[in-house]
């Protein structure tokens, strides 16, 4: 079946630091791949997205690239604030089926 | 335009009872998912309504049901409740134009 696997964390990062979380996926085609960041307290929230190989999402300053020769969708941004703080979920899916969700990377940025 | 909704936001149950969750869809969405994330944990799917009938089924007991109603809202409920039922309830309803799933804040469900 299809399964998506997050960098383990918890992530501890200085303000300003560059930022990566990897996101290697399993599946039998090409599905649409996720970030969703969830805040504390809060539900999720769609970060970026890709649907097919070489796309490139971006969004708030993260960035993740489709790449389908890795099966990866690595989420990147080059300067972390405080306010990045928050579980980050990379997930996938086939057109409108469910969506399989990795276990969930907990960043922390320190002033 | 509100996004997704879900109510209540805490629910304190005992062990057997049973409860019901329920979601309304961002407009023009009609199709609702719902996940269940335990602590600590990636959501976990457990089904999918659209056109008021269930479409798809996660790995969840039959103790696990919802239903649609018209308008696009939907009810999640659980009956026989365990303490392993404990966790984040999420609704997610779908962007049809670009196959994009927008998830409502939650609701938190604590099963003693």
């Known amino acids: 079946g299809n399964s998506v696997t997050q960098m383990e964390g918890p992530v501890t990062l200085s303000e300003e630091a560059f930022l990566t979380i990897n996101c290697t996926y399993t599946?039998?085609?090409?599905?649409?791949l996720f970030w969703y960041v969830q805040y504390p307290g809060e539900g999720l929230q769609l970060l970026l997205k890709?649907?097919?190989?070489?796309d490139k999402g971006s969004n708030k300053g993260f960035e993740a690239t489709y790449r389908k020769e890795t099966t990866s969708f690595h989420l990147e941004k080059g300067s972390v604030q405080v306010s990045d703080s928050a579980v980050y979920f990379c997930a996938l899916n086939f057109g409108n089926e469910k969506l399989t969700f990795g276990t969930g990377t907990r960043l922390t940025i320190i002033p | 335009d509100a996004g997704v909704t879900q109510s209540p936001t805490h629910l304190i149950k005992t062990r057997g009872q049973q409860v019901t969750l329920r979601c309304s869809p961002k407009s023009g969405h009609d199709t609702v998912s719902w996940y269940q994330q335990a602590l600590g944990q990636g959501p976990q799917f457990i089904f999918q309504y659209y056109e008021e009938e269930e479409r798809q089924r996660g790995n969840f007991p039959d103790r696990f049901s919802g239903h649609q109603f018209p308008n696009y809202s939907s009810e999640l409920n659980v009956n026989a409740l365990l303490l392993g039922d404990s966790a984040l309830y999420l609704c997610?309803?779908?962007?049809?134009?670009?196959?994009?799933?927008?998830f409502g804040p939650g609701t938190r469900l604590t099963v003693l």
């Open positions: 997610a309803s779908r962007d049809r134009g670009t196959d994009t799933q927008y």
């Open positions: 890709a649907t097919k190989a070489d």
């Open positions: 599946a039998t085609g090409y599905p649409s």
